[in-house]
């Protein structure tokens, strides 16, 4: 038997909470380079990203999984290209397929917006998302090596892209 596929669509103002509690809970040093969020907790949307920035996944009428596709700069001669700039899937969900459809779902909207190319930035160490990533066409395109000292170690920053 089969297992549902997640429902997505865009996020809505609504979701905020939902979105906050997942973001928090999903915190790991695999992806993160920021340290986890602490009470009193900021709101998920922002100024920068608003809910039509997020493409959400959810099982069952759950929240279970959300992509940020943003612009990588604010420059017009960059505006063809879209960045996924987080992605996080609830732990319940994870070997569902929810990453991967939300990535495409990514690609899918950054090409109906019209880019020609999308980009993002995985930690070296978190192998997990580089293998999905590459399973979806992107290509490691630049390194910037030990770009990061989390927990005691230098971690790259690996910029990875696709054209569209």
Same mark, same amino acid.
């Given at each position: 038997m089969s297992q549902p596929q997640p429902r997505i669509r865009f996020a809505a103002q609504d979701d905020d909470d939902a979105l906050g509690r997942l973001d928090r809970a999903t915190w790991s040093p695999l992806h993160a380079v920021t340290p986890p969020a602490?009470?009193?907790?900021?709101? @998920?949307?922002? *100024? #920068?990203? =608003?809910?039509? +920035? &997020?493409?959400v996944a959810e099982l069952d009428g759950t929240l279970v999984g959300y992509v940020r596709l943003g612009y990588? /700069?604010?420059?017009?001669?960059? $505006? &063809?290209v879209r960045q996924i700039q987080g992605l996080a899937v609830a732990d319940a969900a994870r070997g569902r397929g929810v990453g991967r459809?939300? %990535?495409? $779902?990514?690609? =899918?909207? $950054?090409?109906?917006?019209? $880019?020609?190319?999308? /980009?993002?930035? %995985?930690? =070296? &160490?978190?192998?997990p998302a580089r293998a999905l990533y590459a399973s979806e066409g992107f290509a490691? *395109?630049?390194?910037?090596? *030990? *770009?990061?000292?989390?927990?005691?170690?230098?971690? +790259? +920053?690996? @910029?990875? =892209? #696709?054209?569209?």
């Open positions: 602490r009470p009193p907790y900021a709101p @998920f949307f922002s *100024e #920068r990203f =608003g809910p039509r +920035d &997020h493409i990588p /700069t604010g420059l017009p001669a960059n $505006a &063809h459809v939300l %990535v495409r $779902a990514a690609i =899918g909207e $950054a090409r109906r917006q019209g $880019a020609r190319r999308i /980009t993002l930035r %995985v930690l =070296g &160490h978190n192998a490691v *395109e630049g390194v910037l090596p *030990e *770009e990061f000292l989390l927990d005691g170690a230098y971690v +790259d +920053d690996v @910029f990875m =892209g #696709r054209t569209l």
